[in-house]
């Protein structure tokens, strides 16, 4: 294909305006130092734009000499491509002319006459190398445009003569097979000789342009997050009967459904919308509304703890589907990992049906209700066999549940897995476990050159059972750990969560390789209660009691509803949570389709005033009005992209993400309220 002419007689135009534009753009500078004091690779204050800004509108600049206009006129009217990179590669031949886009990359001068430059395509995925000759009436142009700005190319195909080096680069550096020799270069705009980018450069989170510019991983992130989306969808799609993607509203309602919201102010007095924590009441409204199957990337905002990984936004793939039990939500999510496994993944895919594990099961085992399989160090209680006088050692509680698990060393050392445990318990990842007030680890390295092989203070018999069940090597660890006689509640017990840092930290430091694999199952049969805690505002009722998935839950088994009446803290809610090496990849749950029944979980076992039940009207409307049994769930959409990549943070999955305080520094969001807008939405700062 040539160039059309429309391309060829604007890349002919204007490289003159181009040098006194790099002298404005010099004097600009040379005043915003003046002004301000400019730190590279530190992000632009706002007042250096202003700055610049105000220099363009002073009076005594001639109107007729505004070089960015000229500049920027070049851009507009800028060649199309006759090629993206990749059909480029594929059908481009010798000889032919043509215009590519792209990145300018580092220029090699070879000679005065001659200069090598590397053009990286918009998708920043190829390489190729451009020639340019004095011969070129584009020699001089190329050298005056700054490294990394965007360019639009013109030449012609020749065969590139690669040097060994060149074919053996990494897959970033590679440059293509063919080269183009320069005929015509065209600058797009400029790139600022304050900004410093290399493949090595770490930008900060202001610029997170920049990290993601130079970043290839995390562009990779972005685009594989794409592919995962379509595949679900793919999937969801083509079920029969199928899913229908339907949007939610954004603007929704206040409602005690368990998170902290984040409130909209409307410029109606004293009204407010809520965001919603997830679009639970709506996907149950469509159950209602002859909608069989309903999915949605539904984007949720909870102004919660933000410590573990969270985001105060995020995305869900939430489905729900009436006429269904948690049976048929459970399958159907196991379609969808397949599916994803079977296109996306090397690993091999997931066999069906995930095996289920009770709450209780999860909880006694791993001491956690989202435990890493993975990992070994199953945790079993040990308190019968322990000497009184060792219990006291470990603890100041009466009675306690003491549980053990063994921790393997590595190479049979003793002294290593002393070093590490040492480091470990000094490392702040250590303190929580040192400070718990129901007191620390019992620690024991099992030493086969010491009496009882270290085993001492269990005495001869309780040193002996504890052999037969931990079957320990010379160098393994023996941990103890006490708790209070209670049942189960909560997400882990200290023990669980002693076993996930030792084995996070034993990786970390290269003392144990990390799990591999992915070990798929579902946790089940959570209770439907839990107590109310100071952390989460659940329904806010006086029960003490709060829902430990949300109050839409419904109990499992027909004497579960009996079990309200009675002991609602015993009812077993119809829960169930995807569960993959140590993360929470989403939880559903059938739902209570009768709505007097919906508005007796709320008035009558969570106690919730009739104020904020009547929050829920439109909900037990819906309920009201024939609402067939239904049942859903929601994946934490940006978390199973990071499992997939095996990514530790789910930053490193979304394009602009909240920092730990929940802030977008790039943004500076959020911002202080000014007087005006206050006075807009009618609100008044209470004084501190
Ligand atoms: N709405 C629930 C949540 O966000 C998921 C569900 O029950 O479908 O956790």
Redesign the pocket.
């Given at each position: 294909m040539l160039l059309s002419s429309v391309g060829r007689s604007s890349l002919r135009l204007r490289a003159a305006p181009r040098e006194s534009y790099i002298e404005i753009s010099n004097y600009i500078r040379g005043r915003r130092t003046g002004l301000l004091s400019t730190v590279r690779n530190r992000p632009q204050q706002f007042g250096q734009f202003h700055a610049q800004q105000r220099l363009y509108e002073q009076p005594h600049i001639d109107s007729s000499r505004q070089p960015f206009l000229e500049q920027y006129k070049n851009a507009v009217e800028f060649p199309r491509a006759t090629y993206d990179f990749r059909t480029f590669l594929s059908e481009a031949s010798l000889g032919q002319e043509v215009v590519l886009h792209g990145y300018l990359g580092n220029r090699a001068d070879l000679s005065k006459k001659l200069s090598f430059v590397r053009l990286t395509d918009p998708t920043m995925r190829h390489n190729i190398q451009i020639v340019a000759s004095a011969k070129s009436g584009a020699f001089e142009k190329l050298k005056s445009i700054a490294t990394n700005s965007p360019v639009a190319v013109r030449g012609i195909v020749q065969q590139k003569k690669g040097s060994k080096s060149e074919r053996d680069a990494p897959d970033t550096e590679k440059i293509e097979a063919w080269e183009i020799s320069l005929e015509d270069i065209h600058a797009l705009n400029d790139f600022p000789k304050d900004i410093i980018m290399t493949s090595e450069t770490v930008f900060p989170p202001e610029q997170r342009y920049l990290h993601l510019r130079t970043d290839r991983d995390l562009r990779e992130a972005l685009r594989f997050r794409a592919q995962v989306r379509n595949i679900c969808k793919e999937e969801l799609d083509q079920s029969q009967p199928p899913f229908v993607e339907i949007e939610t509203p954004l603007l929704f309602k206040s409602t005690p459904e368990g998170a902290r919201e984040f409130l909209v102010p409307t410029r109606r007095r004293g009204m407010a919308y809520a965001l919603p924590?997830?679009p639970?009441q709506y996907k149950q409204i469509l159950m209602a509304s002859g909608i069989p199957r309903y999915y949605q990337f539904a984007r949720?905002f909870r102004d919660e703890d933000l410590r573990a990984d969270r985001q105060p936004e995020f995305t869900?793939l939430?489905l729900?589907m009436s006429f269904a039990t948690g049976e048929d939500v459970m399958t159907t999510i196991e379609g969808v990992i397949r599916k994803l496994w079977s296109t996306l993944m090397k690993e091999p895919v997931p066999s069906g049906p995930f095996r289920r594990m009770s709450y209780q099961e999860a909880m006694r085992r791993y001491g956690s209700d989202k435990p890493d399989t993975r990992i070994g160090m199953e945790i079993s209680p040990i308190d019968y066999l322990l000497p009184v006088d060792l219990i006291s050692k470990i603890t100041p509680l009466m009675d306690p549940i003491v549980e053990v698990f063994k921790f393997e060393g590595n190479d049979n050392d003793p002294k290593e897995t002393q070093r590490f445990i040492t480091e470990f318990l000094d490392s702040p990842a250590g303190a929580p476990f040192n400070n718990n007030p129901e007191g620390g680890p019992g620690i024991f390295i099992y030493d086969a050159k010491k009496p009882l092989c270290g085993l001492q203070p269990f005495g001869f018999e309780a040193a002996e059972r504890i052999e037969d069940m931990l079957e320990p090597d010379h160098g393994d660890l023996i941990v103890l750990q006490a708790r209070k006689r209670a049942p189960f509640s909560g997400g882990s017990t200290p023990m669980g969560d002693l076993r996930r840092a030792l084995h996070t930290a034993s990786v970390e430091k290269g003392f144990k390789p990390a799990a591999t694999g992915f070990d798929f199952f579902w946790v089940v049969d959570f209770p439907l209660f839990s107590p109310s805690t100071d952390a989460e505002p659940g329904q806010g009722g006086a029960a003490g009691i709060s829902s430990t998935?949300?109050p839409f839950t419904a109990p499992k088994t027909a004497a579960d509803v009996d079990m309200l009446l009675t002991d609602p803290t015993q009812v077993v809610a119809d829960h169930y949570d995807l569960v993959v090496n140590g993360v929470e990849l989403g939880?559903?749950?059938r739902r209570i389709h009768d709505a007097k029944v919906q508005e007796f979980i709320l008035r009558d076992i969570l106690k919730m005033p009739p104020e904020r039940l009547a929050d829920f009207s439109h909900l037990l409307e819906a309920l009201r009005a024939g609402c067939p049994p239904h049942a859903?769930?929601?994946l934490g959409f940006d978390r199973l992209v990071a499992v997939m990549l095996g990514k530790e943070s789910v930053r490193d999955v979304i394009a602009f993400p909240k920092t730990g305080k929940g802030e977008d520094p790039m943004v500076k969001a959020p911002t202080p309220m000014t007087e005006e807008s206050l006075e807009t939405y009618h609100l008044r700062l209470r004084d501190e």
């Open positions: 924590q997830s639970q949720c869900q939430d729900e998935h949300h939880g559903g749950s859903g769930i929601a």
